[in-house]
DNA sequence: GCAACCTGTCTGCATAATCGGACAGGTGAG
DNA sequence: CTCACCTGTCCGATTATGCAGACAGGTTGC
């Protein structure tokens, strides 16, 4: 039938632009779940009814349960025919702790198992972006790997790092894969000085979700740094991408300056001392 | 038909955990548009044919070009007909660089217009985790308030803070709205001293994801600190969310100490000087 | 001008997601 | 015990999403 033109009007104008709203389940699942692992919603906690978390989002209840099926199948949420579903909480997760590149050296005085899978090694021309951090001649070629650093044998960051191929040189494929770059680097003379790094957000994609053991549209902590030796000159080029629920940033701040112009400076991080494994989201501040 | 009963006999002990993959065209819209604010696809870049996405990511023409439409639609991509489909790059768009709680006065400096919008302004029991954490006791009251922070219009931030009661009372919901809550509370002889802030990600849920002018599922940057006054007691607790599109952390280290134990230490922050207003994501260091 | 390649647009059709409602059975408080 | 409330489960109807293929028309390079 499709009579001749004027069949569905549509909206003419609008580029009708429809958004593409992820499906209803995966919104309420992945909502819930944040809430969860970020302790907003406590261990423990007896979450609304269905039918209420169905009424609140607008959703049908065959919905909502799929979306708690997933927790549930996930560990962090326990049903209880009768009674109600409950928080079980990601509990023993809180995440590591880190704040510098001091990190590593850290969490190996804290005796924590880290371990460093290389997924890839090799040798390409230097990408715009890259050149431009790194201050190198567009098309240079650079050492290009990707390596994910596993704590207590599970995934927490994934990590793109380029390295102008004078520098990268200098060590193996094997030496890579089993010492921090930064150690590599400055063993064979190149002394990293100063660095510049931008903290930020993104969604995983494909590749780093199944690296990292998560699903696609998980929320990253995006951290881009570049090192730069005693010359000015780059000498490294990393992105990392971490897990939220299994790492973040932390930094203590000192209020400073005189009464006109305070301002907060970050205190010397202090060493890492091993503390209680769960621990709430913010710290008390050094006494 | 659904003939008797033996149609359909999908996975009876598996819980079936179909794991609800978000939808393919939303999928590959998020996979581009990371690319291209990221900068891995370098504005003015074109980007593969639309058949030929669609066979590599397995999918329908159609469902790419849902994708593509989209990214056209924010603007990211220009499509011309007949010669392929361009980075438009998220171009005048490079996130506003805080580090610290400085942030605004340095954004007023560089005679950015911020603005803010409150809200909510409440006073509640204290909930678990904030009494905790600003060490209140539990169920103790507090001033709750909830706003959205503007830069040239635009939202960037969405700010959740816990004030205890008598700190709070010190100033008024107007007040609130048109100054910053730290000069307030210096103002009435709260002193803050120290702070500790930990970073982190999190997914937009619905009203962030209003408030903030994204879509659901959206990456955000998650900031958690804590304020406490000279003699150690909590005076706020703040919870922020960023879009990373718009604001990003950036900090400069040096290393420091002598050749056995180096460490990276941050930078004193510099003042924030009004730059080039696009800038990559990484910047040089100070000379 | 011609061929190759691109986006723009349409049409049906298959499948998966969602909805609304109904019923069974467990739980907990009065 | 009884009632209110909860999860577990099933159903049919509706809608969104994705698929395959075809055609129109602009762009580019030879």
Redesign the pocket.
């Known amino acids: 039938?499709?009579a001749d033109g004027s069949?569905?009007p549509r909206a003419r104008d609008g580029p009708v632009t429809?958004a593409?709203?992820p499906?209803?389940?995966?919104?309420l699942y992945l909502l819930l779940r944040d809430q969860i692992t970020s302790g907003r919603l406590p261990s423990g906690a007896r979450l609304?009814?269905?039918?209420?978390l169905a009424a609140e989002h607008?959703?049908?209840?065959?919905?909502v349960?799929?979306a708690?099926d997933l927790l549930a199948s996930e560990g962090l949420v326990r049903?209880?025919?009768?009674?109600?579903?409950f928080v079980q909480g990601p509990a023993g997760a809180r995440p590591v702790i880190g704040d510098l590149p001091n990190l590593l050296s850290g969490l190996i005085a804290m005796g924590r198992a880290t371990g460093v899978r290389l997924l890839s090694f090799e040798y390409v021309a230097a990408p715009a972006i890259i050149a431009e951090a790194l201050l190198l001649e567009p098309g240079e070629r650079v050492q290009r790997s990707v390596r994910v650093r596993l704590i207590d044998g599970q995934p927490f960051s994934y990590l793109t790092t380029h390295v102008p191929e004078r520098v990268g040189l200098s060590y193996s494929e094997a030496d890579l894969a089993a010492t921090p770059l930064l150690s590599l680097m400055e063993r064979s003379g190149v002394t990293a000085d100063r660095a510049t790094q931008a903290i930020g957000a993104t969604l995983a994609g494909p590749e780093v979700a199944q690296a990292l053991d998560l699903e696609v549209g998980s929320a990253l902590i995006d951290l881009t740094r570049v090192v730069f030796d005693r010359s000015g000159r780059g000498v490294e080029h990393l992105h990392a991408l971490y897990r939220p629920d299994r790492y973040a940033f932390q930094m203590d701040l000192v209020r400073t300056g005189d009464a006109g112009e305070r301002r907060w400076t970050p205190a010397v991080p202090r060493p890492v001392k091993p503390e209680s494994p769960r621990r709430p989201a913010a710290r008390r501040p050094a006494p």
């Open positions: 039938m499709t069949c569905k429809s593409i709203e499906q209803k389940a995966r919104r609304p009814g269905e039918p209420v607008g959703l049908a209840r065959v919905t349960r799929r708690l049903r209880r025919p009768g009674s109600g579903t």
